[in-house]
């Protein structure tokens, strides 16, 4: 599938998604060229759906069911709506899944199957498209030294465009602390300091400003001193503008990732101070 074809298949989806006849017509799915189920699109025409989110000038996210187990998800990026990375999840309702009708789907695609459990996910990345991000952020391309897989899965999950995180320093959506910074705990954890430097060039965007608070705290705490070549990337996150879903306590907003990191440091040095586990 070339960009064009993305491009017209975009453009079908919004206009169905704008017309009053939601409930009848063929529905096609923007990336597969496949059936949506009619909650899918319900999903994503309610502002309140927590992955339908259009964050301003950078990045929007969608997400919708194919059926009542697999559910895709995908992200644009900057001015002009690009995907940039599709995710199908399916989800299983029993201790084991069945995982041969997945893998032959994925395979049709050349998609790249990671398996987790209760859910096995899978990943196609569009070349053009990827190009053009990583002109901005350059793709991470590194092994986490430890032999924990989970470690590995989470920190490719959080550095996946695709995968919408919330930046904050208290409970979230499910009372939670919000993914990205149990992730940063867990690197922070096994001493992945250089991973989590590398962080800072994650295309997510919200990845990227938790992998430089982190940094400001390890540094703080005479743990870990980023490289010297780090400098104006930690700089530059600081100062930047994309907007994201930032959590404050139980009170939830969109703003830009500077105004974001000044707020949730009133009153301390860093917002991570709050975490003990954060501590060696």
């Known amino acids: 599938m070339n960009l ?45 759906f927590i ?22 998800s995908y992200s644009s990026f900057r001015v002009e709506p690009q995907v940039v990375e599709v995710k199908f999840t399916l989800y299983s309702y029993e201790s084991e899944i069945d995982t041969s ?41 590194f092994k986490v030294k430890t032999k924990k897989k989970e470690l590995i899965f989470q920190t490719d999950y959080i550095n996946n465009s695709v995968n919408h995180l919330v930046y904050g320093i208290a409970c979230s959506i499910d009372g939670e602390a919000p993914y990205g910074l149990y992730v940063m705990a867990n690197l922070n954890h096994y001493k992945e300091y250089d991973t989590i430097e590398k962080l800072l060039f994650s295309p997510n965007p919200v990845t990227r400003l938790y992998a430089a608070v982190t940094l400001e705290y390890l540094d703080r705490k005479s743990i870990y001193k980023w490289k010297e070549d780090s400098n104006i990337q930690m700089k530059s996150i600081f100062d930047e503008n994309i907007k994201i879903e930032i959590c404050n306590g139980c009170s939830y907003s969109n703003m830009s990732m500077k105004d974001a990191k000044i707020l949730l440091q009133r009153g301390m040095e860093n917002p991570f101070d709050s975490f003990l586990f954060f501590d060696n």
Do not use: C
């Open 101 to 141: 009708e997945l893998i032959a789907f994925a395979k049709t695609l050349n998609l790249e199957v990671w398996g987790d459990y209760s859910q096995i996910s899978i990943f196609k990345t569009v070349p053009r498209i990827q190009n053009f991000l990583s002109s901005y952020f350059p793709k991470i391309n």
């Open 51 to 72: 992955s339908n989110f259009d964050l301003g000038n950078y990045l929007a996210y969608r997400s919708h069911h194919l059926d009542s187990r697999l559910i895709v």
């Open 4 to 48: 064009e074809q993305i491009q017209n298949l975009i453009s079908d989806v919004n206009d169905m998604l704008n017309s009053d006849s939601i409930e009848t017509g063929v529905k096609l799915d923007s990336i597969v060229n496949s059936h949506k189920l009619h909650s899918g699109y319900r999903e994503e025409s309610s502002p309140w």
